[in-house]
């Protein structure tokens, strides 16, 4: 996976004239803390919010209880929904991201979404760009290579955007 710093990503950001939203669960903000010190991150970055409690997701982003009891906090469903609240709540940022998954041993944890399994969505100009991947190591392991994964994600979307605006 190609490390992309958060200064460069913040860059590219300011370049295109974009704003970013984050809504955070495994992360517990890790994504929008290590975009902080950029140069530049208050022209780009809206806000973030950390849901980590099912509660959170419910009554900040407007998860509904139907697809936490069906696919779990840490599922793609999930991320979906979390993705369009915070679009919602933010609607001026032209990319949201939604993140969630398992970081640790619990209850969602089963043979097909083992620890690890982290659920990526984000929304770039109205086009939902969806991801699965799975991580290995500690928690603070797993939160690291999520991070880095959605700086990668948001690089690959914006270049894309750079080569063929009206199809990104």
Known sequence: MKKVAPTALIKDFIKHKLTLALAESCTCGLAAAQLA????????LLGSVVTYHTDAKQQLLGVKPATLDTYSAESQQTTNEMVLGLHKNLPKADVCVAVTGLCGPGQSETPDKPVGTVFVTILFLEHAHEYRQQF???SDAIRQQATEFIYQKLAELLDRHQVAPASA
């Open 136 to 138: 290995d190591g500690s």
């Open 37 to 44: 010190p950029a140069e530049g991150v208050s022209e780009v």
